[in-house]
């Protein structure tokens, strides 16, 4: 059930509008029928497959953006939807036995959410505020929760480094397997565990107004210089005039430093409270279903375009496998949710940007990831959790600088500027890493 109640939705005309100009992102619309045209047009060749490549890849960007926009207009009627819908192109990777192409988005899409997208919004909200405050209890068990998943991922391979010398290379992946379609059931498990309580027992860990959030604080006003003209007793009288300066050097807002919270004006809280209590939609519920229909299809039959391209693309030398899966593929994926995470971290909404950023890893961790190895497990693809040795210590190396820099419950620009330049360092070193597949020819299709 929702949280708050919804009003009226707008005329028809009105909701149209409001999917036409909903981002500027719409533009890239464009590149749908072009990118359709050229698969069906153009003849199968490794130039050709770059050009679809990248008109698909552009075509993905507003789709992404779309599909948000309508999740959040339908959670707004059910409350609180689990973060988005599956990436359609890891299943139609999937189908085609695109294994590594799977397995590599799937670690990538971790490390942007992690890295990237945290550390946007760390940025992002400390060029307003000097720290922002967040809830330590539920970061700490996101943080366990991570490591959890990525030592389930770690285990294969410690077990086929172990056992590799002892065991036939056709009885060791199917030993893999069994050990990986294992595993997903328990983190399948661990995931609806979790949802019980994040949505029903500890609800309130996960409210802003939790005791156990960190306020945030503003940026110190300038000191004026000596003989600027105004008294100590004049700057004290109108600290509330006094405009505060961001580390960007722009004058962010007139108010005076420290907490940003209501407490020292009753009725402003008040009236914060009442302007919430009623959400308006801007779209109804036909047309918001609708519009998830239509753009899922859309998305549905780009990334198949995609994923066929991506071999003449790989082909052509200019780009490999690895950058592709775990880069590119992610944050084309990812784009709406990014966006979102770093607005709201602006508007000191910290504890959601967290959801959006570190909830989304955690989905993809504890769910996703089970989900695509049972899903294989039934179409009868070889798909294990033994990922590429490589990606799976930088994935827990990841987790382990996230878990320090987020343990004392408050951020601030320079930890943000960190993960950023952490997760561009693993940008460039996986654009000239060539990718390793364990076990061969035994765990493809």
């Not at 003849?43 to 959040?72: C, G, R, W, Y």
């Not at 707004?76 to 299943?91: D, E, K, S, Y």
């Not at 994040?198 to 000596?226: G, I, N």
């Amino acid at each position: 059930m929702p949280e708050k109640p919804v009003g009226r939705a707008p005329p028809i005309l009105q909701q149209i509008k409001a999917v036409v100009v909903m981002s500027w992102l719409n533009v890239l619309l464009a590149c749908i029928p072009v990118s359709w045209a050229l698969h069906f047009a153009l003849p199968e060749s490794n130039s050709n497959d770059t050009i679809i490549f990248v008109f698909s890849f552009l075509a993905i960007i507003p789709l992404a953006k779309l599909l948000a926009f309508a999740t959040d207009e339908l959670s707004m009627r059910v409350g609180q939807t689990l973060a988005g819908l599956l990436n359609a192109t890891l299943i139609i990777a999937l189908i085609k036995c695109e294994l590594q192409i799977v397995q590599s988005s799937l670690i990538g899409s971790i490390l942007s959410n992690l890295l990237l997208v945290l550390g946007m919004c760390f940025f992002a909200g400390g060029t307003r505020f000097s720290e922002q405050g967040f809830g330590i209890s539920v970061t700490q068990l996101n943080s366990s929760l991570l490591i959890m998943a990525v030592i389930a991922v770690l285990i294969p391979a410690a077990f086929h480094l172990t056992a590799d010398a002892q065991i036939d290379d056709p009885q060791e992946a199917k030993d893999i397997l069994s050990v990986s379609h294992g595993t997903a059931i328990i983190l399948l498990f661990i995931y609806g565990s979790y949802l019980v309580f994040q949505l029903f027992s500890h609800k309130t860990l996960y409210d802003e107004r939790h005791p156990d959030v960190f306020k945030s604080t503003r940026y110190a006003p300038r000191e004026k210089p000596a003989g600027s003209g105004e008294s100590s007793s004049q700057v004290e009288g109108n600290s509330s005039s006094i405009p505060l300066t961001s580390v960007t050097g722009e004058r962010v807002q007139n108010s005076p430093a420290g907490s940003v919270s209501h407490e020292n004006d009753p009725e402003a809280a008040t009236a914060a409270e009442e302007e919430e209590e009623v959400e308006v939609p801007q779209l109804s519920v036909p047309m918001t279903i609708g519009l998830l229909a239509v753009v899922t299809v859309l998305v549905a039959v780009t990334a198949e375009f995609l994923v066929d391209s991506i071999n003449g693309l790989v082909d052509t030398g200019g780009i490999n496998r690895e950058f592709i899966g775990l880069i590119l593929l992610p944050i084309v994926g990812n784009a709406a949710e990014h966006v979102t995470a770093v607005t709201v971290s602006v508007k000191d909404k910290l504890t959601l940007s967290l959801g959006v950023a570190v909830g989304s890893s955690i989905q993809i961790a504890l769910f996703v990831i089970p989900f695509i190895v049972t899903l294989g497990w039934i179409l009868g693809k070889p798909l294990s959790l033994l990922f590429d040795p490589f990606e799976s210590i930088v994935l827990f190396f990841s987790v382990l600088v996230v878990n320090y820099v987020v343990q004392d419950g408050k951020s601030n620009w320079l930890e943000g500027m960190i993960l950023m330049c952490l997760y561009v360092i693993l940008a460039v070193t996986f654009w000239y890493y060539p990718g390793v597949t364990e076990l061969g020819r035994t765990l493809m299709c």
